[in-house]
T-cell receptor
Framework: GAVVSQHPSRVICKSGTSVKIECRSL??????MFWYRQFPKQSLMLMATSNEGSKATYEQGVEKDKFLINHASLTLSTLTVTSAHPEDSSFYIC????????????FGPGTRLTVL | AQTVTQSQPEMSVQEAETVTLSCTYD???????LFWYKQPPSRQMILVIRQEAYKQQNATENRFSVNFQKAAKSFSLKISDSQLGDTAMYFC????????????????FGKGTLLTVNP
């Protein structure tokens, strides 16, 4: 299989605090991991792409200093929302691929972030 | 830039019947990949089916099949013998990329079609 986990599944935090979300590929090595944001009843919006050992590539309009992404190993990527505000409340989904021209992205179950 | 259009925001079908979800895309690329993902109420994105643009044969996975028309840039999903568990949001997605070994392959998603299977 190709299983991707995320932790936590949901988190509530106070405005101004930072929150870290973990994304793990459980049974394969993920050369590339992706982070998406999904608003209610909307599609997924790609935030950034990260390759293991390299800096993440952020999509236009995504603040790299606010959404810190680390992909330190082939099975783990983290997204840290720094100084979170209520407008950062959303559903965050990661995906992972083995990399290479034929691979598919496998998605984690998502993390619901609520900032009070 | 690539765009993916799903023109049916919502659809419904009776259990055991067949339903087709439409998807069109726009790209100047020649090599690319198309996907259908399913997102049930749990919100876990599940890969339904994948099609390589260079393959003329339509992909099939059990009750799910696609009608890939490259010239028309159309990629519809047919669900046969619909089951209650098929109720979900279905996203059509397009992927292209260059290079190999760790290069970035970005998925562009359509807005989704909410499919409800009625008993």
């Amino acid at each position: 299989g190709a299983v991707v986990s995320q932790h936590p599944s949901r988190v509530i935090c106070k405005s101004g605090t930072s929150v870290k979300i973990e994304c793990r590929s459980l049974d394969f090595q993920a050369t590339t991991m992706f982070w998406y944001r999904q608003f209610p009843k909307q599609s997924l919006m790609l935030m950034a792409t990260s390759n293991e050992g390299s800096k993440a590539t952020y999509e236009q309009g995504v603040e790299k200093d606010k959404f810190l992404i680390n992909h330190a190993s082939l099975t783990l990527s983290t997204l840290t929302v720094t100084s979170a505000h209520p407008e950062d409340s959303s559903f965050y989904i990661c995906s992972a691929s083995r990399g290479g021209i034929t691979d598919t992205q496998y998605f984690g179950p998502g993390t619901r972030l609520t900032v009070l | 830039a690539q765009t993916v259009t799903q023109s049916q925001p919502e659809m419904s079908v009776q259990e055991a019947e067949t339903v087709t979800l439409s998807c069109t895309y726009d790209t100047s690329e020649n090599n690319y990949y198309l996907f259908w993902y399913k997102q049930p109420p749990s919100r876990q994105m599940i890969l339904v089916i994948r099609q390589e643009a260079y393959k003329q044969q339509n992909a099939t996975e059990n009750r799910f099949s696609v009608n890939f028309q490259k010239a028309a840039k159309s990629f519809s999903l047919k669900i046969s013998d619909s089951q209650l568990g098929d109720t979900a949001m279905y996203f059509c997605a397009f992927m292209t990329g260059t290079g190999s070994g760790g290069s970035n392959y970005k998925l562009t998603f359509g807005k989704g079609t909410l499919l409800t299977v009625n008993p």
